[in-house]
């Protein structure tokens, strides 16, 4: 209680709605910055998908066109089917995440990658100041939520004798 009064005066919060709103400023700032760090390593998982692909694609795609030019050749197949397994996913990975868009280069998903990584780091740094400013805001309301009905409580005993 006494480190609940101190936070109280330190961030001047004497009436009890300022506290209602502190807290539910600190909540929302925290569950920003999560939903931008989840949305950032959806991006990160996205890329890493795509630069995988990437390379694969770009290994064996000499193979399949060797393949194609075969017409289909079921010898052709049988030896290199790892290289035409693998070139068929990465063609299927492109679909899957790209959805018609443009195929980007290798240059620009490893910038991106970089950029996300950055863009992560900073977004968690004020993620854990925020979650820790919504962790005492909220337990300092907590308590004076609790000491509240303590004394409401209290007063109705002595009002019942």
Same mark, same amino acid.
């Given at each position: ?15 009890? =709605? ?15 910055? =999560? ?6 390593e ?10 995988? &692909? ?12 060797? @393949? ?8 052709y197949?049988a030896?290199?089917? &790892?290289e035409?397994? &693998? ?37 968690? &740094?004020? @993620? ?17 939520d609790?000491?509240? =009905? ?12």
């Amino acid at each position: 209680m006494a480190a609940a009064v101190q936070y109280l005066q330190e961030n001047s919060l004497l009436d009890y =709605s300022d506290l209602e709103k502190k807290a539910d400023e600190t909540t929302t700032r925290f569950h920003t910055l =999560s939903d931008k760090i989840k949305a950032a390593e959806a991006a990160m998982k996205r890329n890493a998908e795509l630069r995988t &692909a990437l390379a694969d694609y770009a290994k064996t795609r000499s193979v399949f066109l060797e @393949y194609k030019l075969k017409k289909y050749s079921r010898k052709y197949l049988a030896e290199h089917k &790892a290289e035409i397994s &693998a070139y068929r996913a990465a063609q299927a990975t492109f679909r899957r995440v790209l959805d018609g868009e443009k195929l980007p280069k290798m240059n620009t998903l490893k910038t991106e990658g970089q950029r996300l990584a950055a863009d992560k780091k900073v977004a968690y &740094a004020e @993620y854990r100041a925020a979650r820790k400013d919504m962790r005492v805001a909220v337990v300092t309301k907590a308590n004076i939520d609790r000491l509240f =009905s303590l004394t409401d409580r209290r007063t109705n005993k002595e009002m019942e004798r």
